[in-house]
């Protein structure tokens, strides 16, 4: 066991560019193109959403935390960097990657209580008609998972970089729980193939101060310590403002050019990043921030994100992931607003039941 990322199989295996990742997907559905055309499928980040909802619902009946739910996505990410989807009856292995996630995460779950409300929750589309026949198919999906991922099942998730520094950032309680979220929901993405845990979690850090909305109440103290156990999503969390957006835009620019040396250039513009409002960082500085109400002045974060800044460029951390990182991130939410789960589910029920799965 790796005890950390950088001598961990995560990192020598499973992180993969761009390229990479596409040829793989690519060369699974050459291998049966008819297939493929026979049962068409919603865009990739549409399955992750979805699979990413079945995994959350099923991890809520049976109390998992956090930790084994993220666990249990990379394995169902992985699985299928390696087998075409429609080969597969997706939710024998979502349940089975949760079970796993479970006894790998030190909170194991009895394989039978993971059945049964697998069954209960999927009654129709698992394949699983009674305890004993989903016993025995889990327990087979089990060992298929595991040999595809060559038995590669430590998994290092960005929670702990952020539980690390969020003292160093000086980051509120409300921001934290923001962060918290914002990697919840990279998991729906194509990130934690792509990237180290480490700049997932720093890319979150940075865009919860600048996007967090106006007026957020504080948390108590009992919040605070129920938020390391959060499944919530960002989505509808997040001030997608002109003006924050371009804080983003120019924040990111600016830690882009910091780490080039090429001096300070606030509120340079970003390709992919662009808002409807070109005012660069001015709203925080302006006073035009959520902490500051609408008041002019400077706004609190403004000294918190030059400090990141200033940090991330003495670092070697990479900034051009971390540029990408929140390009991905902001394009998903744009995305998961034309998601659409009875079209999803219908998809993948065509395939399992028209081959038996």
């Not at 779950?109 to 889990?138: C, F, Y």
């Not at 194509?190 to 101060?209: F, K, Q, R």
Request: hydrophobic fraction near 40%.
């Amino acid at each position: 066991m790796a005890a950390n990322f950088w001598e961990s199989t995560q990192r020598k295996h499973w992180i993969f560019t761009k390229d990479e990742l596409a040829a793989m997907r690519q060369s699974l559905e050459d291998a049966d193109p008819a297939l493929v055309q026979m049962y068409p499928l919603p865009e990739p980040r549409h399955l992750n959403i979805y699979f990413n909802q079945q995994i959350l619902r099923l991890g809520k009946r049976l109390g998992v935390r956090q930790q084994a739910i993220a666990t249990a996505q990379m394995y169902v990410k992985r699985f299928y960097t390696k087998i075409e989807i429609r080969r597969t009856n997706p939710f024998l292995l979502l349940a089975t990657a949760v079970y796993l996630a479970c006894k790998m995460e030190e909170t194991p779950q009895h394989i039978r209580l993971v059945g049964q409300e697998a069954r209960s929750l999927w009654p129709s589309d698992i394949g699983l008609n009674n305890p004993g026949e989903s016993t025995a198919k889990m327990g087979e999906c089990e060992f298929f998972l595991i040999s595809e991922m060559s038995s590669h099942l430590i998994i290092h998730q960005p929670y702990r970089t952020l539980t690390s520094l969020q003292d160093t950032f000086n980051l509120h309680p409300e921001e934290v729980s923001l962060a918290w979220s914002l990697i919840n929901d990279h998991y729906m993405t194509d990130l934690p193939l792509l990237y180290p845990p480490h700049v997932i979690a720093l890319t979150a850090m940075l865009l919860a101060i600048i996007l967090r909305p106006a007026n957020t109440p504080s948390q108590t103290s009992q919040q605070q310590q129920q938020q390391h156990n959060d499944l919530g999503s960002a989505a509808g969390r997040l001030a997608h403002t002109p003006s924050n957006l371009a804080a983003a835009q120019a924040s990111f620019a600016q830690l882009r050019a910091a780490n080039q040396g090429t001096g300070n250039v606030v509120g340079a513009p970003t390709p992919t990043l662009t808002p409807q409002s070109s005012g660069g960082l001015s709203g925080l500085v302006d006073g035009g921030g959520s902490e500051n109400n609408g008041k002019k002045g400077p706004d609190p974060r403004w000294g918190r994100v030059q400090r990141i800044i200033v940090w991330l460029a003495d670092s070697n951390i990479d900034i051009e992931a971390m540029v990408d990182c929140a390009q991905e991130l902001i394009s998903f939410y744009e995305v998961q607003e034309d998601f659409d789960e009875r079209s999803t589910r219908d998809s993948i029920i065509r395939f399992i039941k028209a081959r038996g799965l």
